[in-house]
């Protein structure tokens, strides 16, 4: 499995688990965040204000998969709301040369 697509798998389980302490070792310091059409973020700064709400969050992972054009890996998966809301999306996970996660741009579906 190539390296970049197990950094995105443990960085997402962390996510997945609330460990926020283990997602920012996979973190580049100024790595960026967007979901959706958002405005750009810092990364660090949008998991600490949303916390709470990720942490009521399940998720699924269908697939992660490594781009050839571009290095990048993506992440497709499902996640439920307290609601029952359920929405699937996708993560793009890009990297800087030091192997850290500089970029996370999340696309949901509908």
Known sequence: MDKKVIIARAYFEAFHNGNLDKVFTYLARDCAFRYGKQ????????????????SKL???THGYYLSNETNNVL??????TQDSIVTRAVDIIEFNSGGKISKITV????
């Not at 992440?75 to 439920?80: E, K, L, N, Q, V």
């Open 39 to 54: 405005e750009l973020g810092l990364a660090r700064e949008e998991f600490l204000s949303n916390k709470e709400m990720i």
């Open 58 to 60: 399940k998720f699924e």
């Open 75 to 80: 992440i497709d998966f499902s996640f439920t």
């Open 107 to 110: 696309i949901p579906n509908g």
